[in-house]
């Protein structure tokens, strides 16, 4: 192919999707002249050229799409079917441009009918912009008409030496300053940076022989690392680090902006509004992130078919959203960040959300899953059903969706390259798509960590830090509920052994481990290993099918010595420690945190001003990082989006200011079904004790006080968060504020059995021995109607309580035993002296009970009433 020709077509390649989003941005804003005068500057060369190469359909349907811009240009309006007239001539451009780049020359072929209508627009369109101006038009002369053929014959022969993007010079410009236009193209080529132009198979050539090279540098250092001789080092350090610069160098060429990714976009979202009747803007952030060139091309098509899929079925029709109490126009967000040696791309709609039920209806007419099955599943296990081959909820087939192809395509398509696609919806306020994707799929650093007798390689660029456990190192791992943490620095970091995730022995040396600290997304993990052995930078090279659909590694390598080892996936490891997938936790027993005696663990933090407070650490879920950008209000509440729902966010005290950090610490609650955070200022520690609580007044947000570490301490009352989070007759629905007894002097029962008999509805009253609780229910006349009462509690004298209520005509009043070392186990009553015998810190098996005892009490009652 000649040279000339070869340029011609490089350029007018890059240019022309530039030209589409401008028509598209010209038709939403046709005061901005500037847009419209850059596409006819771009089609007009394109004409010209052409016609010097003798490329005869190109110049015409140039020709014809560049006289009805022309019109555009003078004033005419750019309908909707202008527009699409015109962008019909630049596919026509780009589809022989295609031809010409593959065959050498133009195709045979006919483009009158397209050329006969942009003639045939273009005249109506002078017409109607004449009859409706009515004013005083200005006759161009002969003189400047020929001026204008001479300028396209000379950006014809001149284009050997001119690029193609010098005729996008602004021509305001040039009008403005008529005396500098004859040195202003030699100024610039003066201080412009110098480019060729290369192809992308000898980038790739090199990026293969720079992996080789990495992988002899990295075998010689191994060869060399126990060698005393220096007459090697110095040379060997030189070579590494020239091989490293050389490596940035060739990865710097591979990158482009992820702006490349946004160029259709404009044009795709006019299409599907025009096509589904429907009202979007679109909106791009980050254009400038950069991305290896390779990844754009494999993620192209997986974004788009997202952001069809938020069009088709997120974004509602104008008067759907209008009723809805939004604006008509919908809005579809894509953004790009650079974090951790990844690239996440957000695909944001402010739509309807996804129906759950039209999904769960879905699963059960495909046979993907039993009705148990389906019962069993979490919300976000639902959503994720939407990424299964052949899966689709539309009623209708049409040409944007329907037929349930595409969405497994994204899945695997982004998978492959070592990403991860996840989901997140809220009904009502739209649908959320994060695609997580290497930098780069060529080098990287990795930490090479030993777990026994197996190595295996960390990406550094997910490392933060590691830290030494054992021994005489600070730093200890403690339990919390049934989940493994670290307390470092102000943070309780959640972690898990690699060994057990992988499937391994335990550990049966005595050697100090570490755990490696990383950061996946917004959350901070830990991964307990025996030793950090090397760092490398390695040669990322993908895995075969037979292990390929383990989610804990994402590639392999070869290290200097020859061994292969597998790379871990820090998103793989969260998956594991239940951070991205998990169901919210409900509150289980944890007889190993809360000791049988009557020492207790808690969590002290700062919430507002005044003294720390503190909570019993076995309400706690778990202790997670809150980015303010992420709070909502709803309903007169803060909600945030947390696995797959809007989760309440309820400040500690007044004082909290919810705003006031770009991150704040948040203790999630879970009290059966209903999961808040509590959101504070500062976690302070997670200590062990017995307390002495001082109990304050009822009904306010602190249970009462006590001293730890010679400092005073309020203890809060989570039932009564719970309350202001949800709403009362919700939480007593079931309960029906039945009214209970505690018999137990055990701090237990006062910081987390009662808040937790609270929450569900109850009402509670806390004596600490027989002798009180037998004075308070004469008192009350047996207004109770459940007694709780602590078995391993010393004097406990069970047969007055019983007489007490016998005394008052309640001999009938269910006495539940509580117990360390009891199952949960239901005796028949009033046969037995105890209505039933459970574990004192199984809480959910005591509300299960208790809730059982409570609708016997209303079918007995509804018996009498009948």
């Not at 129906?355 to 994720?384: F, R, V």
């Not at 309020?714 to 309350?723: F, G, M, Q, S």
């Amino acid at each position: 192919m000649d040279e000339l020709l070869r340029d011609f077509l490089v350029e007018t390649t890059e240019h022309i999707e530039g030209a589409e989003n401008q028509l598209v941005q010209f038709e939403r804003d046709p005061s901005d002249a500037s847009l419209i005068a850059s596409i006819f500057r771009l089609v007009h060369t394109i004409k010209g050229t052409s016609s010097f190469l003798g490329l005869n359909r190109l110049q015409d349907v140039a020709h014809g799409a560049e006289t009805l811009i022309s019109e555009l240009r003078d004033g005419a309006p750019p309908t909707e079917h202008t527009v699409t007239l015109i962008l019909a001539a630049i596919d026509r451009i780009k589809g022989l441009i295609e031809e010409i780049e593959e065959h050498g020359g133009e195709p045979e072929g006919d483009d009158s009918d397209l050329v006969s209508m942009l003639a045939d627009h273009a005249a109506n369109a002078l017409k109607e912009t004449e009859a409706s101006a009515q004013v005083e038009t200005t006759e161009v002369s002969s003189a400047q008409t020929g001026a204008e053929e001479d300028e396209a014959v000379m950006s014809a022969t001149e284009v050997a030496s001119t690029p193609l993007a010098e005729a996008k010079t602004d021509e305001s410009t040039n009008k403005a300053n008529p005396a500098s236009n004859g040195n202003s193209k030699k100024s610039e080529g003066a201080h412009s940076q110098e480019t060729i132009r290369v192809t992308v198979d000898t980038i790739e050539r090199i990026m293969q022989l720079v992996s080789e090279l990495v992988l002899t540098r990295n075998q010689l250092l191994e060869l060399t690392r126990n060698r005393e001789e220096d007459t090697v080092k110095a040379p060997l350090q030189r070579l590494s680090t020239v091989t490293s610069d050389l490596q940035d160098a060739v990865m710097r060429a591979r990158m482009q902006p992820v702006g490349r990714l946004y160029s259709s976009l404009p044009r795709l979202i006019r299409e599907l509004s025009s096509e589904l009747g429907k009202k979007i803007n679109l909106v791009t952030e980050g254009a400038d992130t950069e991305l290896d060139r390779q990844l754009i091309d494999v993620i192209r098509d997986p974004m788009t078919h997202l952001i069809r899929n938020c069009a088709d079925h997120g974004i509602e029709r104008p008067d759907e959203r209008a009723a809805a109490g939004k604006p008509e126009m919908g809005t579809i967000r894509v953004s790009a960040s650079h974090e951790a040696g990844q690239i996440t791309i957000d695909i944001v709609d402010d739509g309807r959300g996804l129906n759950i039920d039209k999904i769960k209806s879905k699963i059960l007419s495909s046979g993907i899953a039993t009705e148990a099955g389906l019962a069993a599943m979490t919300q976000q296990e639902i959503y994720q059903q939407i990424f299964e081959p052949g899966f689709s909820t539309a009623s209708n087939i049409t040409n944007v969706s329907g037929r349930g192809v595409g969405m497994d395509v994204v899945k695997s398509n982004i998978e492959s390259i070592g990403g991860s696609v996840s989901l997140s919806s809220a009904p009502g306020a739209g649908s959320r798509f994060s695609l997580r994707i290497p930098l780069t799929l060529a080098i990287a650093p990795a930490l090479i960590v030993e777990v026994g007798d197996q190595r295996f390689a960390l990406p550094q660029h997910a490392v933060v830090e590691a830290v030494g456990i054992g021994g005489q190192s600070p730093h200890k791992i403690e339990r919390l509920q049934n989940s493994l943490v670290l307390k470092l620095r102000e943070q309780v970091i959640p972690v898990v052994a690699l060994r057990s995730v992988l499937g391994m022995t335990d550990n049966d040396n005595d050697r100090d481990t570490l755990v490696v600290i990383m950061r996946v997304g917004s959350q901070t993990i830990g991964v307990i290993v025996d030793d950090v052995a090397d760092v490398q930078e390695i040669v990322v090279k993908p895995l075969s099918a037979t292990i390929a659909h383990l989610s804990i590694f994402t590639g392999h390598t070869i290290l200097g010595d020859g061994s292969v080892v597998l790379i871990i996936d820090p998103a793989g490891v969260a998956v594991a420690l239940g951070i991205e997938k998990s169901a919210e936790r409900k509150s289980e027993s944890v007889r190993e945190v809360a000791a049988r005696s009557e020492s207790s663990r808690y969590v002290l933090f700062r919430a507002g001003g005044g003294a720390p407070k503190i909570l019993p650490l076995s309400l706690v879920g778990r202790i997670e990082s809150v980015e303010a950008d992420r709070i909502e209000e709803a309903n007169g509440q803060y909600v945030v989006q947390h696995q797959g729902r809007l989760m309440p966010i309820v400040p500690a005290s007044p004082a909290v200011d919810v705003y006031a950090r770009p991150v704040s610490p948040a203790l999630i609650i879970s009290i059966g079904s209903r999961t808040m955070g509590l959101l504070v200022d500062e976690i302070i520690d997670i200590f062990e004790g017995k307390l002495d609580i001082q109990m304050d007044n009822p009904g306010s947000d602190i249970i009462g006080t006590t001293v730890v570490k010679n400092h005073a301490v309020e203890l809060v009352d989570i039932a009564y968060h719970l309350r202001g989070a949800f709403p009362e007759p919700d939480l007593k629905s079931q309960t029906n504020g039945t009214r209970l007894l505690v018999v137990s002097r055990d701090t237990y029962a006062t910081d987390v059995l009662c808040p937790t008999l609270a929450a569900a509805g109850f009402s509670v009253n806390v004596r600490a021995d027989s002798h009180g609780a037998k004075a308070l229910l004469q008192e009350s006349g047996g207004e109770f109607d459940t007694v709780l009462i602590d078995l391993e509690e010393p004097g406990l004298n069970l047969k007055a309580i019983q007489e007490a209520c016998q005394a008052i005509g309640r001999g009938n009043i269910p006495i539940i035993g509580l117990d360390g070392e009891a199952s949960g186990h239901r005796m028949s009553f009033p046969a037995q002296v105890l209505a039933g015998r459970i574990a004192k810190f199984d809480r959910n098996a005591l509300l299960s009970m208790l809730s059982g005892i409570v609708a016997e009490r209303q079918q007995a009652s509804m018996a009498l009433a009948s």
